[in-house]
T-cell receptor, first 117, second 111 residues
Framework: DTGVSQDPRHKITKRGQNVTFRCDPI?????LYWYRQTLGQGPEFLTY????????KSRLLSDRFSAERPKGSFSTLEIQRTEQGDSAMYLC???????????????FGPGTRLTVL | QKEVEQNSGPLSVPEGAIASLNCTYS??????FFWYRQYSGKSPELIMS??SNGDKEDGRFTAQLNKASQYVSLLIRDSQPSDSATYLC???????????WGAGTKLIIKP
């Protein structure tokens, strides 16, 4: 398997519950990104890692959201106390950063669709 | 003004014709430009990247970049019904900056 994988593909939860999503990047990729996308919008940046270090987190991101990439491979995104407004597609992407200055190409996983009832 | 603007569409094009998708951006320092295709309910997939002024061709796809006018376009020749999707434009300065995404243009190819 050479692509980005995400699990689960769909998650339905009740308001107030915690949910956790997993992303496995392309194996040689050192950068991993999390995005959220709602209908009719482009992906909204949430956070990204280079290896195990979380380098940036969106200022729009609530404290209920946390992400980890403990060994620089897979990553998890947790949402605590979910709200109906959290319903969206959560996308993971990975890339190979090589310090050339040119933007590395991001490759997306299939996404996790979250529905908060 | 949005940082990356795209006409939301839908843009309807007859099968076999050329589909032209446009994207304008506000940051003059932008250096990297990407076109992604997204089918309904699926994740974005990379179509093309372009970094220099001019045209870049890949099969039926041609990306055109004009940094002076701050626009980037995607042409799809010999449009097929399978090209029906939303096309997302993404832009940034370099690897130290996040990609800025447009909201996408919905393209419909009519048989």
């Amino acid at each position: 398997d050479t692509g980005v994988s995400q699990d689960p593909r769909h998650k339905i939860t009740k308001r107030g519950q915690n949910v956790t999503f997993r992303c496995d990047p392309i194996s040689e990729h050192n950068r991993l990104y999390w995005y959220r996308q709602t209908l009719g919008q482009g992906p909204e940046f949430l956070t990204y890692f280079q290896n195990e270090a979380q380098l940036e987190k969106s200022r729009l991101l609530s404290d209920r959201f946390s992400a980890e990439r403990p060994k620089g491979s897979f990553s998890t995104l947790e949402i605590q106390r979910t709200e109906q407004g959290d319903s969206a597609m959560y996308l993971c992407a990975s890339s190979l950063y090589m310090s050339s200055g040119r933007t590395d190409t991001q490759y997306f996983g299939p996404g996790t669709r979250l529905t908060v009832l | 003004q949005k940082e990356v603007e795209q006409n939301s569409g839908p843009l309807s094009v007859p099968e076999g014709a050329i589909a032209s998708l446009n994207c304008t951006y506000s940051d003059r320092g932008s250096q990297s430009f990407f076109w992604y295709r997204q089918y309904s309910g699926k994740s974005p997939e990379l179509i093309m990247s372009i970094y220099s002024n001019g045209d870049k061709e890949d099969g039926r796809f041609t990306a055109q970049l004009n940094k002076a006018s701050q626009y980037v376009s995607l042409l799809i020749r010999d449009s097929q019904p399978s090209d029906s999707a939303t096309y997302l434009c993404a832009v940034n300065r370099d690897s130290n900056y996040q990609l800025i995404w447009g909201a996408g243009t919905k393209l419909i190819i009519k048989p």
